[in-house]
């Protein structure tokens, strides 16, 4: 098999280490036989044959002599121990241009031209201490994956052991940083004494400032470069190499990244082409999620990453730009090419460590340049707090979806499901009030938050509803510690003037609209739900029964919801249809009949339309189960019931107004964008941004 030996040179990849000796010299030249026979005559006397006998698989009854010459020394076998082929033509790559045995070269005009030579790798061997220190001493920056998948070595080997006791024989790289070639050329001591290469650099290089890449020799001061010209260097550069070929893989960074850049030269000062300054690192949910904010300046393609104490990086490469008009006017008379004001960045930091402090560096030709330190802040796990901090963040109001989508919604998404995680373990208080039904036809799931003194108003109601009292079952769901106290003074008081029987259920703690509901579904009995708001109020009986036997004229239909009005009797839901906002970009829910008369409903008998509210609607357990309930990856509110009605339609269900069934709703009769407050908006562009990240099909799509 074909012996591989790998150079690594200013302009290569360390990707790209391996070359074959053979692909690079495909053919002998064309001899005569006198051309020939004068090859074998300078190379015979120094060609050691028992030594190449036990590197060579050939018979012992080939000819080893011949065989080195036609075939051996194009698959990089070696013809004595103080001759490396491979080692002669990296040092000397005339030589290697001109298609001569390099052995026969070297004895006939390399030996009096002074050329370099290496020792064979071939004849060192470790004993077993040696291999057990070694293994020792490299194991931290080997990276098995890459060696074993590079050189075609079966999974289940030994990868350190193979390269320790061939591996570099052959010049195959311990990771994809080191060049076993390279460091062995550069330093022809370290190669001619038979120590292994990678564990010498970790041992004794590193503290020698062996060089890694390139020659040390011909040292020269430091010249003064532009901006522009300090990036083109580094772009052309072997760290810019490695570094792009590392980060072409998230496996390879995370094996290899924080181990080669802490072998890399740490340099005083910024790079010319670089500056910048870290402003904030701060941690959401004890590390699960964080963000550094801050400002840079740079030209061409800078590597720039921010790193924590336990080595975890990010790349700056796709962090959201932020306008800085203050950097931007400190920039306008350097030497830097400053058009954009977008110099200041947001980059979105998972898995950081909880404490301690974190680092921006970056690289340039010279090695790594330590650009700033910031102590990690904790925030909190709270989705709210994380969400007022980052809403901090000044973003021009038009822009708010493009960051939110990048930037801030990932952040929340995470912080909302660690959140949510936590539920399952909480305790669950349930407290019942009359003898409720074992297997009521629907369970009303009433969540309550805020206040409680509209229950009295809906247990009038629902006294006078047959259906109601004697086929349903009603579940109240807490959903605010500070209600706690009031309800238990009332509940039996309720009870006992309205023979209405009904339960309670805490859950132990705030869940907000979709998990009350969801913790309500969990102890509901009931074939149908009717998820019902605590400011809703029939305005008659057989309400109920009339959506009930709309549901269950179909199963094509996913749920069904009545027309609300306001207390003064205008249309507060006639169902939702989805409306661009293009000034925000974003899809928002839109009640098209809102503040008119019920006479001018458009609708006057059962309809299926995009989305219907939340605040009053019926479906089948059996569909609600299907489609996991509500989603409550929203932050405090809003959209929760046009999702749940476009997982509906997603399994070809219909969404069914009824316009014929009505209820008061005592919610606020105007709501918008603009007279919303600051965070309340950024809530509402953030939600949005969520549902359309979910849902852009149906949104763009036909609506019902």
């Known amino acids: 098999m074909a012996q591989q030996d ?41 060609f050691d044959e028992d030594f190449y006998r036990e590197h060579a698989d050939i018979d012992s009854e080939e000819n080893a002599l011949a065989h080195f010459l036609d075939d051996g020394w194009q698959e990089g076998l070696d013809p004595c121990e103080w001759f490396s082929v491979s080692a002669y033509l990296e040092l000397n790559p005339d030589v290697k241009k001109t298609q001569l045995n390099p052995f026969f070269h070297y004895l006939d005009k390399g030996k009096g031209e002074n050329r370099p030579i290496r020792v064979s790798q071939k004849k060192f061997a470790y004993s077993e201490t040696e291999l057990q220190h070694a293994t020792h001493v490299i ?13 075609n070595i079966p999974s289940n080997s030994d990868a350190i052991l193979h390269y320790l006791k061939n591996g570099w024989k052959l010049g195959f790289n311990p990771n994809i940083w080191f060049s076993t070639s390279k460091y062995l050329n550069n330093n022809l001591d370290v190669a001619n004494s038979g120590v292994e290469p990678f564990s010498h650099f970790l041992t004794d290089g590193l503290s020698e400032k062996r060089p890694l890449y390139s020659s040390s020799k011909h040292k020269t001061a430091p010249e003064a470069l532009s901006p522009i010209e300090a990036s083109e260097k580094f772009e052309g550069s072997i760290i810019y190499e490695v570094a792009n070929a590392i980060k ?8 290899n990244w924080v181990n080669w850049t802490s072998k890399l030269k740490t340099v005083d000062g910024a790079p010319e082409f670089v ?7 701060v941690n959401f949910a004890g590390g699960k999620e964080g963000i550094v904010l801050g400002w840079i300046v740079a030209e061409g393609d800078p ?84 969400a007022h901090w980052l809403f901090g963040i000044p973003t021009a109001i038009p822009n708010l979806a493009e960051r939110f989508t990048k930037l801030d919604l990932p952040i929340m998404e995470t912080i909302i499901a660690e959140q949510r995680k936590k539920y399952s373990a909480l305790n669950q208080e349930v407290k019942h009030y009359g003898k409720n039904l ?86 509901a009995n009931g074939d149908l ?18 959506l009930k036997q709309e549901l269950l004229k179909s199963n ?45 409903d458009a609708n006057s008998s059962s309809t299926a339309l995009p989305a219907v509210t939340g605040a009053c609607m019926l479906i089948r357990r059996s569909d609600f189960d299907a489609i996991n309930g509500w989603d409550t990856g929203y932050l405090i509110g809003d959209f929760e019931d046009s999702d749940l009605c476009l997982k509906l339609r997603n399994r070809g269900k219909n969404c069914v107004y009824v316009p014929t069934v009505e209820l008061t709703h005592l919610e606020r009769q105007s709501f918008n964008l603009t007279g919303a407050g600051d965070f309340r908006m950024k809530v509402i562009i953030l939600n949005a941004v969520r549902h359309q990240e979910r849902w852009n099909g149906l949104l763009v799509g036909k609506q019902n």
Request: net charge negative; charged share 25%; proline share 3%.
């Open 248 to 255: 072409s893989s998230k496996d390879l960074v995370e094996r």
């Open 303 to 386: 590597i720039v990453w921010a790193e924590d104490a336990k080595g975890h990086v990010w790349f700056l490469d796709d962090a959201y730009r932020t306008r800085r008009a203050d950097v931007h006017q400190a920039f306008l008379k350097s030497s830097f090419n400053c058009i954009s004001e977008e110099l200041g960045f947001a980059q979105r930091i998972n898995n950081m460590a909880q404490t301690g402090s974190l680092t921006l560096k970056a690289l340039s030709h010279q090695g790594v340049h330590i650009l700033g330190t910031k102590d990690i802040e904790n925030i909190g796990s709270s989705p709210v707090q994380a």
């Open 6 to 46: 790998n150079e690594l040179t200013e302009h290569s990849t360390d990707a790209t280490l391996d070359k074959s000796l053979g692909a690079e010299q495909s053919h002998n030249i064309a001899m005569n036989d006198e051309d020939l026979h004068f090859v074998k005559q300078v190379v015979e006397e120094a």
């Open 529 to 546: 739900l009717l998820f019902l708001n605590s400011d809703v109020f029939p305005k008659q009986e057989g309400w109920l029964e009339a």
């Open 139 to 151: 194991e931290k920056d080997f990276d098995e994956i890459f060696y074993l998948e590079k050189y």
């Open 438 to 523: 074992k297997a009521p036809e629907v369970s009303i799931v009433i969540p309550l938050y805020g206040r409680i003194d509209f229950i009295e108003s809906q247990m009038v109601c629902f006294s006078s509803d047959k259906f109601v009292s004697q086929n349903c079952e009603i579940i109240y769901v807490v959903d605010d510690p500070a209600l706690l106290s009031e309800l238990s003074t009332i509940a039996e008081q309720l009870y006992n003037l309205y023979k209405v029987p009904f339960k309670t259920v805490w859950g132990s703690t705030n869940r907000g609209f979709s998990g009350a509901n969801n913790l309500g579904a969990e102890h």
């Open 556 to 600: 094509d239909i996913g749920v069904v919801a009545p027309r609300l009005t306001f207390a003064d009797g205008s249309i507060q839901h006639a169902g939702i249809e989805f409306k661009k906002r293009t000034d925000l970009g974003i899809w928002i829910n839109h009640h098209p009949q809102m503040g008119l008369t019920p006479e001018l």
């Open 275 to 281: 500056k910048a300054h870290l402003e904030f690192a």
